[in-house]
């Protein structure tokens, strides 16, 4: 309620980057990634940040561990979290919402923005005619071919992974298939990155979804290992966290937080798109001084 009466205060991630002028408050509506990043873009400028987040944590499906270590270190830095928490209404500036323990409150933003994920957009192209296949998406196989022999989909039509690399390796797949070449989609080797200060990254398995497997083996270590992490991120810490399976030691995932983990973290993609085991990562040689070795150095505590 209120969305249409608000639609000048109330903006999406393609509105809030035309403003003219930092807004002193903004009041932003999902604490996903997108919601997270530009929570940590204002944050740094200076605006008074509020996250209302529906979960009980941020960034949804990431390892909960790192993302209560981002939670934590924007909380040091003023930024406001209201987690658990439904939104009911908007009313000019002012965010309605439930928190955690049923109570109806309030919350005051100069501006708002709505970062509640998106969805596929599914009209337009005749797939009623085709006869396509869609559930949340257009419905497609590891060849990214739909339920129509010779129709491909790849992108955000999906509905899965929502990203402009996955979207890059969905045509890959499917322009090779369409060539009778071998290629399959390995979604967990996909990585995610949140672009906040520090930066988080993941891909693979996260260690919650390791333990309701069972079979899984999760180790970590702190950032601060990486003397050029300390030398770099001064009075910061990190974690990256290696997750393996139990049996045949292949490594499951890797999740980080700390700078700059995004450029790092496909040393753990290659791995799990190749089938490596912890062992075989502890023999790649890594740079020295590089935070990379962060990945090596981590390995080595199986």
Known sequence: PGLSEANDIILTNKEILSLDKQPESLIIIGGGVIGMEFASFFNTLGTQVTVIEMMPK???PMDSEISEMLLKAYSKKG???KLGCKVTGINGTTVSYTDADGNECNAEGERIL???GRRAVLDGYGL??????TKRGIVVNEKMQTSVPGVYAAGDVTGFSMLAHTASREGEVAVNDILGKEDNM????IPGVVYTNPEVAGVGLTEEQAKEKGGYVVKKLPMNFSGRFVAENERENGLCKIITEEK???VAGVHMIGNPC???IQSACIAIETGMTVEQLTKVVFPHPTVS??????????
């Open 186 to 189: 390995n979604y967990s080797a």
């Open 128 to 133: 009623e005619s085709l006869g396509v296949e």
């Open 79 to 81: 930024i406001e979290f």
């Open 293 to 302: 070795e962060i990945i090596k150095e981590t390995a080595f505590t199986f």
């Open 58 to 60: 941020i960034l949804g």
């Open 262 to 264: 995004s450029e790092i």
């Open 114 to 116: 709505l970062s509640v």
């Open 248 to 250: 045949s030691g292949k």
